[in-house]
C-alpha cells in the first residue's frame, strides 16, 4: 500500500530477495497481478513520480487489502488503515513501513484475528539507523555492510519483540516498547 519512495524501494528490495510482488496502491488505485509485477518496468513507467504510473492501476485501492499475499506492507500514510480496511487484509502478516500505518482501533482488530502486525516503530528505522551507522563509520561502510547491520538489528528487534509479544499475549507494538525502551540500537 503506496508507491512513494518506501513502498517502491520496498517492492525492489522485497523483489531482490527472491518475493513475488502481487500488489502495489497509490491513492488513485490498485495493480494487482497474482502472477507477479515486473517492479523494474513499473518504476520505468512511473518516471520517478511518487505513485504509479497512469493508467496502471486495474483497481480500486482498496482491493489491494483483500489480495491473497504472505504480507502486506502498508506504505502509504499515517492511519491509512481503520478497522474496515483491517477486514479486508488477508495476509497472516502486516508490515508498517509508513508512520502509524494502522489505527490504534485496526491494530487490535488484527491483534484480535491473529495478524502479526510488525510495527513502524520496528519496520521503518531502517532509515535512521542507516543514516546513524554510517555517520558513526565516518561514511566508511559499504552499502551491503549497510544492509547488513541493519537486517541483523531489525531481525534481532522483530524476533525479541515476537517472543514477548506472544509470551505475555500483546501486540508487537507493546512488546517492542517494553523490550527497548529507548528504541533500536
Request: aromatic residues 4%; glycine residues 10%; negative net charge.
Amino acid at each position: 500500500q503506496g508507491f512513494g519512495l518506501v513502498g517502491a524501494g520496498s517492492a525492489v528490495r522485497l523483489r531482490d530477495m527472491g518475493a513475488s510482488v502481487v500488489a502495489v496502491s497509490d491513492a488513485h488505485g490498485s495493480l494487482i497481478v497474482p502472477e507477479g509485477i515486473a517492479v523494474d518496468g513499473l518504476l520505468k513507467d512511473s518516471a520517478g513520480a511518487r505513485a504509479l504510473p497512469p493508467g496502471a492501476a486495474n483497481r480500486s485501492r482498496d482491493e489491494l487489502f483483500a489480495v491473497d499475499a504472505d504480507l502486506t506492507l502498508l506504505a502509504a500514510s499515517s492511519n491509512s488503515v481503520d478497522v474496515p480496511e483491517a477486514a479486508l487484509i488477508r495476509s497472516k502478516v502486516v508490515v508498517e513501513g509508513s508512520n502509524f500505518g494502522l489505527t490504534d482501533a485496526a491494530r487490535a482488530h488484527l491483534q484480535a484475528r491473529q495478524v502479526c502486525v510488525i510495527p513502524d516503530l520496528i519496520a521503518s528505522s531502517s532509515s535512521a539507523a542507516m543514516v546513524a551507522r554510517q555517520m558513526s563509520a565516518g561514511g566508511g561502510l559499504t552499502q551491503e555492510q549497510l544492509w547488513d547491520a541493519i537486517e541483523s538489528s531489525i531481525d534481532s528487534a522483530t524476533a525479541l519483540s515476537l517472543e514477548r509479544s506472544m509470551r505475555e499475549g500483546t501486540d508487537v507494538r507493546t512488546a517492542y516498547l517494553k523490550e527497548y525502551p529507548s528504541g533500536l540500537e
